[in-house]
């Protein structure tokens, strides 16, 4: 069956209308005169004791060049998403990481004298409500300032990172996204990319899908010598930085720029830990769901049931859209415009990147998102939890660019948040009790790939960088780490392959974002929370939730979910949110199970 999304292609032109266009080079020529005009305002205003007001508007002019960098950036990664052989696409890329790289290094100076600045030089200029959009900002310059180094220091690491961890991330998306498998299905040989790869996964044929976790993860073996260096290389280089910075450990760089304490990360990885048994007990219903004594672990996302259902483009685009409108109508029409304004791009194509992301730069600049859509009802809930970034990317608008931009524990909150909404919604609406039955054991594998998948990967690179510290580790030294944490999470509720512990060589965000990976726990223990209130306030919490996600990044995580009555502080909130997947979902699926006889 055609999906029918061949046809949903995003349109650039609002960035720019081709990669030629000479637009390109006039807003190059005028950053870069910007930058030169903002240093110049920079040493004025630091030479005289300058007024709130002229203050705002150098933040203002740092804002607008900024958002038309990053619109430089998001336009060739968009080019290069769609399709990973675009040569000219990669040029421009790699020169528009160049330019932000300049402008960061020419900004160095004068964002350490912002984090040096003097307690009462803040007070004196921060009290007024004049600059009180740009608080939050210099705060948390101010609280970076331990973690600073030399002028110097700070832009050769910039320079540095050009041909170093930038152009080591770069390396690894190219090279997985060329990566091709030869398939035989039905007797048939078929070439097929990482994306079409991984749905075989979820095939109800168990041979097709220990092929497809075979060919993939046999891959990533073949490909060891260029995979593990490239990972030494990151991990090392992060490790390097971040002890020169004086964080106490490889995880607190990123705990910092999140915005949360090392405490709040430890008690979320070690509390989802404890409760792998749910994962365990998940597994060993879904083995007696398949009639077999134990599942592999290439039966781990095996389908329950035999429905074949496959959803077209325009019925997941009208499942998104009534499940948003049921919730709030000016979500669904924000998400509706996604669609009408052309803003996704949905069909799987050869050389395109695989997996799913929506991206947004700024404040004056509508998010796009790239989906690979083949027509499972995973698919789509990956299109509702993209279109909640977006959703969330254009809500943040109300903010300035400055603001704009949430740390990562927050960023994931409108997505998963989204995939809630849609799960109540598919519930409501599956009358088979096989399909129901087969949508909620998907939901809870979507959890456990969410929460206890994602602390698997950062469990694994907090013992990988801790190794990778004190040597070169090879391959099969960091596949013994990853099995054994495969291990902590499924116990034996599964049997493992030898190639079982090969994953983490294809697992991006490891690679490209260090320490990532907890975000989406965080995301979705926090998400249960908001969930919650939700159904127990009902309308009464949209407006709530929907001016949080207006915030941005304008505030602490901690100040922002206070506002809407969560404590990050609290010792049991994270054990609230597993309370609810084994009360709600888990008990579910058992009483679905029951009633079906």
């Avoid at 060891?224 to 490239?230: D, G, S």
């Avoid at 994931?412 to 009358?431: H, R």
């Avoid at 922002?560 to 009555?565: R, W």
């Avoid at 404590?567 to 579910?588: A, H, I, M, P, Y």
Wanted: aromatic residues 12%; glycine residues 4%.
């Amino acid at each position: 069956m055609s999906t029918k999304a061949e046809g949903i292609i995003w349109n650039l032109s609002e960035l720019y209308e081709s990669q030629q266009s000479p637009s390109i080079e006039k807003d190059i020529d005028e950053i870069r005169s910007a930058v030169d005009k903002i240093i110049e305002d920079f040493n004025t205003l630091w030479n005289n004791d300058a007024s709130p007001e002229q203050w705002k508007e150098l933040f203002e002019k740092l804002e607008e060049t900024y958002e038309k960098a990053g619109r430089i950036v998001m336009y060739a990664y968009l080019l290069l998403s769609e399709n990973t052989a675009n040569q000219q696409a990669n040029k421009l890329f790699t020169r528009a990481q160049e330019i932000s790289s300049e402008i960061q290094n020419k900004l160095v100076p004068h964002r350490l004298k912002l984090a040096q600045l003097s307690d009462e030089k803040y007070e004196k200029l921060f009290s007024s409500d004049v600059l009180s959009n740009y608080r939050h900002f210099v705060d948390k310059e101010r609280k970076s300032r331990r973690f600073l180094l030399s002028e110097g220091e700070e832009k050769i690491i910039n320079l540095k990172n050009l041909t170093g961890k930038q152009a080591m991330t770069k390396l690894y998306s190219e090279f997985q996204s060329s990566q091709r498998y030869e398939v035989e299905i039905d007797g048939k040989k078929k070439i097929m990319n990482e994306s079409q790869l991984r749905a075989l996964r979820m095939h109800e044929n168990p041979n097709l899908r220990e092929k497809a976790f075979s060919l993939l993860f046999g891959r990533l073996k073949e490909n060891e010598i260029v995979l593990t260096n490239i990972y030494n290389s990151i991990a090392k280089d992060w490790i390097i930085e971040n002890k020169r910075r004086g964080f106490p450990a490889p995880i607190s760089a990123r705990n910092f720029e999140n915005e949360v304490s090392d405490e709040i990360i430890s008690s979320l990885i070690q509390t989802t830990m404890d409760n792998n048994t749910i994962v365990q007990k998940y597994y060993k219903l879904k083995a007696e769901l398949l009639n077999v004594r134990k599942l592999k672990h290439s039966d781990i996302y095996a389908p329950i049931g035999s429905t074949k259902r496959l959803y077209s483009w325009d019925e997941a685009k009208e499942m998104v859209l009534d499940a948003m409108q049921r919730f709030d109508g000016k979500v669904a029409s924000i998400v509706k415009d996604f669609f009408d304004g052309n803003y996704i791009h949905a069909p799987v194509l050869p050389d395109k990147r695989g997996g799913a992301f929506c991206y947004y730069v700024g404040p004056k600049t509508h998010p796009y998102v790239l989906v690979n859509f083949t027509g499972q009802l995973d698919d789509v809930m990956t299109l509702a939890h993209e279109l909640g970034h977006g959703l969330h990317g254009v809500l943040s608008q109300k903010q300035t660019m400055l603001n704009y931009h949430t740390p990562l524990t927050m960023a994931e909150t409108a997505s998963v948040f989204s995939e809630m909404i849609m799960m109540d919604y598919l519930l409501e609406k599956i009358e088979d009790p096989n399909e129901k039955i087969s949508f909620v054991a998907s939901k809870l594998e979507g959890m456990f790939a969410t929460m206890h998948r994602q602390n698997m990967f950062t469990r694994f690179e907090i013992e990988a960088h801790s190794a990778i510290s004190e040597q070169y580790m090879t391959f099969d030294e960091l596949s013994d780490i990853y099995r054994q944490e495969l291990k902590n999470m499924f116990g034996n509720s599964i049997e493992y392959f030898n190639f079982s512990g090969y994953e983490w060589a294809g697992i991006p965000h490891m690679f490209h974002t260090p320490f990532y990976c907890y975000a989406y726990n965080f995301a979705q223990l926090l998400v249960i929370s908001l969930y919650e209130k939700y159904l127990e306030e009902g309308k009464n919490f949209v407006p709530k939730y929907l001016e949080l996600l207006s915030s941005g990044g304008s505030d602490s995580p901690e100040k922002l979910l206070e506002k809407v009555g969560v404590d990050l502080k609290d010792s049991r909130f994270w054990q609230r949110g597993f309370n609810f997947v084994e009360r709600k979902l888990l008990t579910l699926l058992n009483t679905l199970i029951q009633e079906r006889g």
